[in-house]
């Protein structure tokens, strides 16, 4: 049986932040919304206080930030343009994309786990195949040392 965390990490919290990140980011693939604006309504509607806020807020601007990088990082895995994605599975694979490129301190494979997690709850029915084939081969390349311990 593992110990309370001492990095301060609320796995949970963290996971909801997830959660509200790919509600926030399909809102914003949308509607086109600045994200600023798109945060703000997240702010007001949701639970904010049950989600690490802070994780949230740096996921959604990161992937906005990084959005060209990302997809180039998703490109050389998919058999169509990102942009042809269903809404729901591009957003899940550009949130863990951004998790894998840029936020090293969360394990490659929590990254994959809640992507599929998410991919089952809020995508299509198979789409949760799609992410986790597309994301295994992205945490290869950008994770080579820690996929391969």
């Known amino acids: 049986m593992k110990g309370p965390r001492t990095d301060g990490v609320d796995p949970a919290a963290r996971g909801r ?3 509200r990140a790919l ?3 399909y809102a914003w693939q949308l509607s086109g ?3 600023a604006e798109v945060i703000g309504q997240f702010a007001d509607e949701q639970q904010m206080e049950i989600a690490d806020v802070p994780y949230f807020e740096a996921l959604v601007h990161g992937v906005v930030l990084h959005r060209d990088e990302l997809d ?3 490109q050389p895995w998919i058999d169509r343009e990102v ?6 599975e591009r957003a899940v694979l550009r949130l ?4 894998l490129l840029h936020r090293p301190d969360v394990p490659y494979r929590v990254v994959i ?10 995508g299509a029915v198979h789409g949760h195949t799609f992410v986790n084939g597309v994301l295994d081969r992205v945490a290869f390349q950008s994770r080579a040392l820690e996929y391969r311990r």
Do not use: G
């Not at 942009?83 to 729901?88: G, M, N, T, V, W």
């Not at 786990?113 to 809020?122: C, G, L, M, S």
């Open 96 to 99: 863990a994309a951004f998790e």
């Open 33 to 35: 919304t600045p994200i």
């Open 83 to 88: 942009a042809a994605i269903d809404p729901i």
């Open 17 to 19: 932040a997830r959660r």
């Open 23 to 25: 509600q926030a980011l």
């Open 72 to 74: 180039a990082a998703l």
């Open 113 to 122: 786990n809640e992507a599929v997690d998410i991919a089952k709850r809020f």
